[in-house]
């Protein structure tokens, strides 16, 4: 008979301001060796069946949960319902995480997981902000196929004149994706397959860089933004530099 598996959890963020020790004298105290490097974002914790309770623990304000990393191999207490930490995976063993070998149904030499995905008929309420994990660089050619399903933020440099297809447009409509264009001022990137009929060019910039972003029908992407005249929707647009 199989017994159940501890739960896991994972970091959305560094947490090594958000790991604790414990003494019964002083309460809780940050973790000796905990950094930012060693709590990075992406981290999976597991329980190690240790719990602190508010008016049992001396200056313990909520449930506090002991967990153990397998990889820094520095254990303490997290608030599981902080908004740093997410549940991982109930069946999770002690021997290994595994791999995730179909993270967008390409990559069969498989990847570290980063959790489950999310999908729901409720809202999604966030008192912080959403970030895409991937920055994906679109590279340089005369002719570029981008693959825009895969992340929201993209970056291709322009030093030729440039015909960019959006080869696989986000399926979902109102998908929203941000494209950095750098160049060297003089040459072009032209707007071709599944973006809208008849956008303009754009001639790039040697001094600061141009974003514009793009919003998905789920067949075809449609411009709203961009960062620096001459904008391709007719209109003043601001410069933004970073």
Known sequence: MATAANPAYMSSRSFNDAFFSYDETSGLNPVVGATAEKCPAGRI???NRRKLYPGVHNNVKTIMTGVYDKISQLS????????????????LNDKDEGLDFNPR???QQGVKHKGQSVYTLGDVVAGGQFYTINTI???IGE???GDFSEASYYTIT??????LNATIVPKHKGTVIY????????????FDQNFENNLPSILTRSSSKIVVSFISDGITLMPISQSGPPSIFGR???????
Request: zero cysteines; aromatic letters at 16%; proline letters at 0%.
């Open 76 to 91: 303490g207490f997290i608030d599981i319902n902080s908004g740093i930490f997410t549940l991982y995976n109930l069946d």
């Open 45 to 47: 914790l597991r329980f």
């Open 179 to 190: 494209i950095t264009i750098y160049g060297d001022g003089l040459s072009t990137l032209y």
């Open 236 to 242: 003043f647009a601001q410069i933004v530099k970073f």
């Open 143 to 145: 002719y570029i196929n």
């Open 137 to 139: 660089d679109l590279g």
């Open 158 to 163: 322009v030093n030729q004149d440039t015909h």
């Open 105 to 107: 149904g390409k990559n």
